[in-house]
């Protein structure tokens, strides 16, 4: 997971060229007058070898009121608890100003990696300034020009070694996804479920549209109110991961910020946080899907739900508010309903009532968690899959596209979290996807793996025929050959 790198500091004191320098672009406005950045812009930046996102924010000015510096001001202050490093910018050439040292206070409370940089620290002008910025008390300042590109080495050398820590997280939480399986693993043996432990526990992501109830599910799990919650939509900004053990099983929750439809979501700060919650989908092993049981279903619903499918994890359809739901039955029955015409791509994948306010319905949140779990690591030997192709193929045999008659000749699991199958066949190009979609629905129904994705690969087999492809003899050749030796 590549880190995040917000760079604040005053208006006019260089963020946007340096921005634009490591996007290798000009996406953001450039101009001597100050305040010409208003919003958050992201991009992703290379430096080197490293990958990381990069925030451009507003100049920090010294208004707390609800002014449109003020509110830039709060933007800023919001990107900076969000980001994981902030290069805290100042001028050298006018040297360390009393709104920078306020500043600099605000960050050594905010943010637990802050990075000084002295810019516009070409000639001797900049000598001053850069002394200065040593009693900001953030460490040693980096003497950099963003417009010459001077400094780039030392930000470098700063960066480096939080973007080994970054990634030693990431390998930590990201969970183990796409495993191979050989032939002979397992053959005729259950496949072992790995079960979670302190060390590797079971990641969830709780997603949804904003006021769909997440924080207050998640506080309802962990017994305490631990995240904030009210009335109002999108209180949470940002991912947050939980650690607790829940019925005897080691988890570790991320709450997300609710996700709105990309029309509606104009708000910069909105846009970093609904990206936060994708990359939350990505570090999930299960997914719970939260809906609002007054207006379940939406078109983000939906989007939501093929994401984490598309991602390749196990999802649990929850929905909150159950408690306040009057014709319970007629709406459950509804529910079901559509569930299975919109997402036909995780039929059968579990639906369940809660009420995260009261806490009904836990126990059989937990229980559809940990049968989808172990569902998304099911694993089907060779010889059973194979007996299976034959009934399939007898049963609905695939279409001769272009009279092109397609053979399904062998059937294995190549992989599981999620499981994947792969069939040998001739003309792999030529099966049409309706009759993927009879194959992966049989094997739901047949082997009992409802809801969780299924990849299936079609795959060239090399025809067994030896003479294929070789030159024929030139007939002139051909006859002498038969004719044997010819005499005197």
């Known amino acids: 997971m590549p880190f995040t790198l917000a760079i604040v500091g005053r208006p006019n004191v260089g963020k946007s060229t340096l921005f634009n320098r490591l996007v290798g672009k000009k996406l953001a406005l450039v101009d001597d007058q100050p305040g010409v950045t208003r919003d958050l812009r992201e991009g992703e930046a290379r430096l080197a070898d490293l990958r990381f996102t990069v925030i451009d924010s507003a100049g920090l000015e010294d208004a707390t009121d609800n002014s449109l510096q003020g509110r830039m001001r709060r933007l800023t202050e919001r990107a900076v608890e969000m980001a994981d490093v902030c290069l805290f910018m100042i001028d050298a050439r006018v040297g360390v100003t009393p709104t920078d040292e306020v500043f600099a206070d605000i960050l050594r409370k905010k943010s637990a990696h802050v990075i000084l940089a002295a810019n516009k620290g070409e000639g001797n002008a900049a000598d001053a300034g850069v002394l200065e910025a040593y009693g900001l008390g953030l460490g040693e300042p980096i003497r950099m020009s963003g417009e010459h590109g001077e400094g780039m080495n030392d930000l470098y050398a700063q960066l480096m070694p939080i973007a080994d820590k970054f990634e030693k997280e990431a390998e930590d939480n990201t969970p183990l996804v ?58 949470t900004r940002d991912a947050i991961a939980l650690r607790l053990d829940w019925n005897g099983t080691p988890m570790r929750i991320f709450d997300t910020a609710g996700m709105r439809k990309k029309a509606k979501v104009q708000e910069k700060l909105e846009k970093l946080s609904v990206s936060d919650g994708l990359r939350a989908v990505k570090f999930a092993e299960v997914v719970v ?103 399939m193929l007898e049963q609905h045999p695939p279409p001769a596209p272009q009279g092109k008659r397609i053979k399904l000749r062998y059937m294995t699991q190549a992989k599981t979290r999620p499981p994947g199958f792969v069939v040998m066949c001739s003309h792999p190009d030529k099966v049409p996807e309706s009759y993927n979609r009879y194959l992966v629905n049989g094997l739901r129904q047949d082997f009992d793996m409802p809801g969780t994705p299924i990849r299936l690969y079609m795959r060239g087999q090399a025809d067994k025929n030896p003479y294929k492809g070789k030159k024929k003899a030139p007939p002139s050749k051909l006859r002498k050959h038969l004719k044997g030796p010819q005499r005197g």
């Open 178 to 235: 796409d495993v191979d399986l050989s032939e002979e693993d397992g053959e005729e043996d259950e496949y072992a479920v790995p079960m979670p432990t302190a060390e590797k526990p079971l990641q969830i992501a709780v997603v949804g549209r904003p006021n769909a109830g997440k924080s207050t599910l998640v506080n309802k799990i962990l017994g305490e109110e631990r995240l904030l919650t009210g009335p109002e939509a999108g209180i």
């Open 289 to 391: 899907v939260l809906l609002d049981a007054a207006i379940p279903f939406e078109q983000q619903d939906l989007r939501i739900a093929d994401l984490a499918e598309r991602e390749g994890r196990a999802v649990v359809v929850a929905v909150n508010k159950w408690d306040i739901e009057d014709e319970k039955q007629e709406k459950l029955r509804d529910l079901k309903e559509s569930f299975e015409r919109l997402l036909p791509q995780l039929r059968g994948a579990p639906l369940v009532t809660i009420s995260a306010k009261t806490g009904r319905g836990l126990d059989r949140l937990h229980g559809a968690i940990m049968r989808a779990h172990d569902v998304w690591n099911r694993r089907v030997p060779t010889a059973a899959l194979n007996r299976w192709l034959t009934g």
